[in-house]
């Protein structure tokens, strides 16, 4: 199909043409740009189309100028680009904006790509681990009373547990769970089981969370195409289509939050699902952002999955499983497969494999009678509960 641009017309079906990941977990000989590259080209590769259709770039958290830098490094010249950042829901909130873009007629294939070598540049020590995003702007009236990054989540997960018994074997349960699923993904850094014991006995980062209730620090990339209707039939792969984003900011400061138990998603999701026109209960599987453990949890109350309170009752007795009642991160995860940062992209791959049917034996989903999934939710979140993105995907 010619590259051509194409005349605009009201609401075009947009689809994900092509996923991929980069090399991930320890990846010491490269750099993000590399990884970048790695995973675009692949992606590229899983849809069967040639780079001269890409005329969308979206790229965040690498370079001067992103994504001007990376694009030039990729050898695209877009004229459409994104460069929303908004910590590990830039992603869904991205595939938003392109999916509105192509939609439109303002764009016709835009490539989203991430990449970081956060686990590498620790090791050889060309960065350290930072506490806080920083302390200025509204934010320095909460820095110096110690309120870290991960402290902010601690805070909300303890303000669940004092609202509604939220107990720390439930939230232990969410990191079993995702290590059972990452053991059937081959690219996944962490696969040996662990239970819930082990998670309430390793040591503290910040209370309620010991090591096993963080995501893991990695290294990796990944991609995702997304295209106009157009271009589906030249695709080497069924579409999976976009029915619906949505997505919302609340706080950045936690004096701000109205309440510490109800996340961002229950806006973002809610726009989503209506945009879609499906019901949470007619999702098939979800990936959720869960760079904790509380963070899979209160998402699910949030979208709808289950009551306000009730996520602790629901993520146990191994409903996330890849076979239990209500798949969730079927790769593993931020707790288990791979979290190199801003982890949303990984999310929307993860949802298109297994929408497509290829996560593999072990890890694919099956409805009954061994059909494929038709309907997933990858749902993203920011900062500290400060934003989040959701999009419903479809093979239908």
Same mark, same amino acid.
């Given at each position: 199909m010619s590259s051509s641009v194409i005349s605009?017309?009201?609401? #075009? #079906?947009?689809?994900?043409?092509?996923?991929?990941?980069?090399?991930?977990?320890? *990846?010491?000989d490269a750099t993000p740009y590399a990884l970048h590259a790695q995973a675009a080209r692949r992606a590229l590769a899983d849809s069967g189309l040639g780079r001269e259709v890409i005329d969308g770039f979206g790229s965040a958290g690498l370079g001067t100028l992103a994504p001007v830098e990376v694009a030039e490094y990729l050898g695209?010249?877009? &004229?459409?680009?994104?460069?929303?950042?908004?910590?590990?829901?830039?992603?869904? *909130?991205?595939?938003?904006?392109?999916?509105?873009?192509?939609?439109?007629?303002?764009? +016709?294939?835009?490539?989203? *790509?991430?990449? &970081?070598?956060?686990?590498?540049?620790?090791?050889?020590?060309?960065?350290?681990? +930072?506490?806080?995003?920083?302390?200025?702007?509204p934010l320095q009236f909460e820095a110096p009373y110690g309120h870290s990054l991960i402290a902010k989540y601690a805070m909300a997960a303890r303000r669940h547990m004092h609202e509604y018994g939220t107990t720390l074997e439930q939230l232990a349960s969410v990191a079993v769970q995702a290590r059972a699923n990452a053991a059937h993904n081959p690219d996944a850094l962490y696969r040996d089981p662990i239970t819930v014991d082990e998670v309430l006995g390793g040591p503290m980062i910040a209370d309620p969370f010991t090591k096993l209730h963080c995501c893991i620090r990695s290294d990796g990339g990944c991609a995702v195409l997304l295209v106009a209707e157009e271009y589906v039939t030249d695709c080497a792969k069924a579409p999976v289509w976009v029915l619906g984003a949505g997505e919302h900011v609340?706080?950045?400061?936690?004096?701000?939050?109205?309440?510490?138990?109800?996340?961002?998603?229950? *806006? &973002?999701?809610?726009?989503?699902?209506?945009?879609?026109?499906?019901r949470p209960a007619e999702i098939d599987l979800a990936e959720i952002y869960d760079a904790f453990t509380y963070m899979t949890l209160v998402t699910l109350e949030d979208l709808g999955f289950c009551a306000k309170g009730e996520g602790g009752a629901f993520v146990e007795k191994g409903r996330l499983l890849r076979d239990g009642d209500f798949p969730v991160n079927t790769d593993g995860g931020g707790l288990s497969a791979c979290h190199p940062g801003m982890r949303g992209l990984f999310l929307l791959v993860e949802a298109v494999r297994q929408l497509r049917g290829e996560a593999g034996e072990g890890r694919q989903v099956h409805k009954a009678g061994g059909r494929l999934p038709?309907?997933?939710?990858a749902s993203g979140t920011g900062g500290w509960f400060c934003s989040s993105g959701t999009v419903v995907l479809g093979r239908g």
């Open positions: 605009a017309r009201p609401r #075009r #079906r947009v689809a994900v043409a092509g996923v991929a990941l980069s090399d991930c977990g320890k *990846v010491d695209l010249k877009p &004229s459409w680009v994104d460069s929303t950042s908004v910590g590990g829901s830039t992603w869904e *909130v991205m595939a938003a904006h392109a999916a509105d873009a192509i939609a439109a007629g303002h764009a +016709n294939a835009v490539l989203l *790509v991430y990449g &970081s070598t956060a686990r590498a540049d620790i090791k050889a020590r060309r960065r350290t681990s +930072n506490l806080s995003f920083g302390a200025r702007g609340s706080h950045t400061t936690m004096s701000e939050w109205d309440d510490f138990t109800v996340s961002p998603a229950a *806006v &973002s999701g809610r726009l989503a699902f209506e945009r879609a026109g499906v038709e309907l997933a939710v």
